[in-house]
């Protein structure tokens, strides 16, 4: 139990009469990457939000580190160590690649209205850390050339790297990304399984959740599949490609 970094046990949760999470119940080991997978309507973005404290759950339980999350709020989520992207790149117009990239640390700033307001020393130091943090996760993605350029310059692949690059700046332990892949060019799906080897190898934690099944059998060590809010199937890529239930609700009968 020791190297289970996300335990979730039962986790349910409704809205209205439609059950999108039903009794689903995994683990997630540290260091691992861990694909989420499931037709449209799944469960897979309400898992998401559910863990990260943006719904609360009906029932279940989500153990991360050993402490039960469910029902925490959002931003309480965020500081025990828990990051992720969006399916649909939410980031600010009015702000630079860096300033976007800033935001992720933010939460933690200590510096109050006032030191703010006065730029004191205090927040003028803290907020050069920030800036230096937020540089150091651009250069992780590769995008450090870009800090200065508006949003709008950037092409949809690079607008998901600065996602990455946001939440990398909350200095996670656990990482979920929402379809990352989607609508990426080969070469920048490549440099994205690249970009994850690399996190995974500083001793991050990563579930993918994704349509591109090329991409999730290449990088996965093992997929856990929802269908209408239930888990069907969890194990190694190979293993779930050829279950027969997910082959019928997810993959077609071509596999």
Do not use: W
């Not at 999470?21 to 691992?32: A, D, P, Q």
């Not at 690399?198 to 060590?221: C, Y």
């Amino acid at each position: 139990m020791n190297d289970i970094l996300l335990d979730v046990r039962g986790l349910s949760k409704h809205f209205g009469g439609i059950l999108a999470l039903n009794e689903v119940s995994f683990s997630l080991e540290k260091g691992s990457v861990t694909s989420l997978i499931g037709p449209n309507g799944a469960g897979k973005t309400t898992f998401i939000n559910v863990v990260t404290g943006i719904h609360a759950p009906d029932s279940g339980e989500i153990h991360f580190q050993g402490e039960d999350l469910a029902g925490m709020e959002a931003h309480l989520v965020a500081s025990k160590g828990i990051g992720r992207t969006f399916q649909l790149v939410e980031l600010f117009s009015s702000l630079n690649v860096l300033e976007n990239a800033m935001v992720g640390r933010h939460s933690e700033s200590h510096s109050g209205m006032l030191s703010c307001g006065f730029s004191l020393p205090s927040a003028r130091k803290e907020e050069k850390r920030i800036r230096d943090e937020a540089m150091e996760s651009l250069i992780m993605v590769g995008l450090e050339k870009r800090a200065p350029d508006p949003i709008s310059k950037l092409p949809l692949g690079e607008r998901k790297l600065v996602g990455v690059a946001r939440a990398l700046t909350m200095k996670p332990r656990f990482l979920m990304l929402d379809e990352p892949a989607g609508g990426l060019a080969a070469h920048e799906i490549k440099n994205l399984v690249e970009l994850i080897h690399q996190l995974v190898s500083k001793g991050l934690t990563i579930l993918v959740v994704e349509h591109n099944m090329p991409f999730i059998m290449s990088l996965s060590e093992k997929v856990i599949v929802l269908n209408e809010g239930a888990k069907i199937a969890e194990g190694p890529p190979q293993e779930v490609r050829t279950n027969e239930k997910v082959i019928k609700a997810y993959l077609g009968e071509e596999v």
